[in-house]
């Protein structure tokens, strides 16, 4: 079992910077693929980013590529989303999400686990 807890959200002006957390439990995280997808107010969730267990290797959205970093940090159980030139369209809940050993079935939202969620909101 692991649970994830996300942090980080708030409210910037556009091109402003936030960085979400996601904590996770459990002693196996070095072998989870981890992600983040969002969903915005009448829409359907989305992916986002991720970045792979093995090999820390990262996939983006188009929308946010060469704007959002993945990281992650293994010995604290932690993956980071660095966002940066943040745009209205960015606003939405923010999910982190763990699938074990599975990288690509992260990024078609075939997950183990999810986040509850933080609120990231981008005023123009």
């Known amino acids: 079992q692991v649970h994830l807890v996300e942090s980080g959200g708030g409210l910037v002006q556009a091109g402003g910077s936030l960085r979400l957390s996601c904590a996770a439990s459990g002693r196996t995280f070095s072998s989870y693929a981890m992600g983040w997808f969002r969903q915005a107010p009448g829409k359907e969730r989305e992916f986002v980013a991720a970045i792979n267990w093995g090999d820390i290797s990262t996939y983006y959205a188009d929308s946010v590529k060469g704007r959002f970093t993945a990281s992650r940090d293994n010995a604290k159980n932690t993956v980071y989303l660095q966002m940066n030139s943040l745009k209205p369209a960015d606003t939405a809940t923010y999910y982190c999400?763990?699938?074990?050993?599975?990288?690509?079935?992260?990024?078609?939202?075939?997950?183990?686990?999810w986040g509850q969620g933080t609120q990231v909101t981008v005023s123009s």
């Open positions: 999400a763990a699938t074990y050993k599975n990288y690509y079935g992260l990024m078609k939202g075939r997950c183990d686990y």
